[in-house]
């Protein structure tokens, strides 16, 4: 029986193979007495594909002896999402550990969580609240989309979240250094803070509670926006042309960093609709064709770096006591010329009445932009025909677990592609044989199948 911790090899010898068949996982670092639900996270939302409709990955601790896990979806309150019968997460969870997906249709949930024994379920059910299924927009401009010219309100529509920090020291670490360890999995109502760098709601909560009424699922935002900045630092940020700025930190690539590290951070976590663009009024400097040179190459990195064709909905935005009408032109271009470049709303129909200087919204520019922002959004084909980003599995944390016979060294034999090394613990499940046919080492090896040697194999376990 290969052992936790067993300081030995075991390999095949002249003529011999060695088969260990069926040896039953009863080690008690597996043997979790209470479920968990590490993921998702609460008030988390995740994108919706433009049929409605995602995948929730679900994963936690459990009993290793249990038969199977399930799991379901409780809409919150009637008519915001389709309650889901149980359905199977995961049969026979050996490494006491449990993970998989089930599918649901957009809305605002409890996801319940429950492990079957001899076909009866154990007590308690497990819940998570508030898991969504919605849209995830990432903001993108300079102080208009930044905010903080004038008060602001936070959203009223619990469905309506952003991500904040649980500290301000956290707050000045990230902006100091935009190191994404400092960015946290802290979902919230969005009252103020909108990781990665905002820091009040501005008129998103606004936006956020039209859209959520209108389309009848929950929103979050992701805020990269940056006041003072323009698209021209944004470009230069982005492909690493420096520029001097007095309070714009181009050593750490602000400010198109924020951007990167909410594709690189969040976006695989939660997916993303798209970005949203405010950009335009701080680029007067820039002619026609710098400011649709600037933008491109902007929209292009952010397509490289999601890997995909991420959209964008771009805002008509050029007002400074009056148009920009050279701005508007090139991004009247860019919406023609880009596919998957949607136009936003005309916020240049904001006049001096709706603004505090001639240029930054005032309370009621506030409100008119949410409404023009939401007019837009829902009348567009942004929200049922662009590809945007999906949620990937989040399987950090889970040890190595077989998901059908093959080769230890091959990738496609592990669930998630996560491999053995020489520190993991190694789950083999029933009726799968795993062939090692080199030189391999584990941690250890927990078997409720089978392992076969070839001519050269050899297995080591490691001890602590």
Request: contains cysteine; negative net charge; hydrophobic residues 40%.
């Amino acid at each position: 029986m290969l052992r936790k911790n067993q300081p030995e090899s075991f390999r095949k010898g002249k003529g011999i193979v060695f088969l260990f068949c069926l040896l039953l996982i009863c080690g008690p670092d597996y043997l979790f007495a209470q479920i968990t639900i590490d993921f998702p996270y609460k008030r988390i939302v995740l994108q919706e594909d433009n049929a409605g409709n995602a995948a929730v990955f679900v994963k936690g601790k459990c009993s290793a002896t249990l038969d199977r896990m399930e799991a379901r979806l409780v809409a919150r309150i009637a008519g915001q999402g389709i309650t889901t019968n149980w359905q199977v997460i995961e049969e026979k969870p050996i490494s006491g550990y449990y993970s998989g997906s089930l599918s649901g249709a957009g809305g605002w949930y409890d996801l319940e969580v429950r492990g079957i024994r001899n076909g009866v379920p154990e007590e308690p059910t497990v819940t998570m609240e508030r898991v969504g299924i919605g849209e995830v927009f990432l903001i993108a401009g300079h102080s208009n989309a930044q905010g903080g010219a004038s008060p602001s309100v936070g959203s009223l529509d619990d469905r309506v979240s952003s991500v904040t920090f649980p500290n301000v020291q956290m707050w000045k670490d990230y902006d100091q250094t935009a190191d994404t360890t400092y960015l946290p999995f802290n979902f919230s109502h969005l009252q103020d803070t909108i990781a990665p760098f905002h820091s009040i709601a501005w008129f998103w909560g606004q936006l956020g509670d039209s859209l959520a009424r209108r389309l009848n699922v929950p929103i979050l935002f992701y805020g990269a926006a940056f006041g003072g900045s323009n698209m021209e630092q944004t470009y230069k940020s982005a492909y690493d042309i420096p520029f001097d700025h007095g309070f714009i930190k181009y050593g750490i690539r602000m400010p198109y960093v924020n951007i990167r590290n909410t594709l690189i951070r969040y976006a695989p976590v939660t997916g993303m609709r798209g970005i949203l663009s405010g950009h335009g009024v701080n680029d007067a400097g820039s002619s026609t064709s710098e400011f649709k040179f600037y933008s491109e190459q902007v929209v292009a990195k952010t397509r490289q770096e999601s890997q995909g064709t991420l959209p964008w909905m771009m805002a008509k935005s050029a007002w400074r006591d009056g148009p920009l009408n050279h701005i508007l032109d090139a991004q009247m271009q860019l919406i023609a010329e880009d596919s998957q470049i949607y136009e936003g709303p005309n916020l240049n129909e904001i006049s001096n009445i709706g603004r505090t200087d001639n240029l930054h919204f005032n309370p009621l520019g506030q409100i008119l932009a949410a409404q023009k922002w939401a007019d837009a959004l829902v009348g567009s084909a942004f929200l049922s025909e662009a590809q945007g980003l999906l949620p990937r599995t989040q399987q950090e944390g889970l040890p190595p677990i077989s998901q059908h016979s093959g080769a230890w060294g091959q990738i496609a034999t592990w669930r998630y592609g996560t491999s053995p090394a020489a520190e993991t613990e190694v789950f083999i499940k029933e009726s799968h044989t795993v062939e090692i046919n080199s030189p391999q080492t584990a941690k250890g090896v927990h078997l409720s199948g089978t392992i076969q040697f070839g001519p050269n194999g050899q297995l080591t376990m490691m001890q602590d």
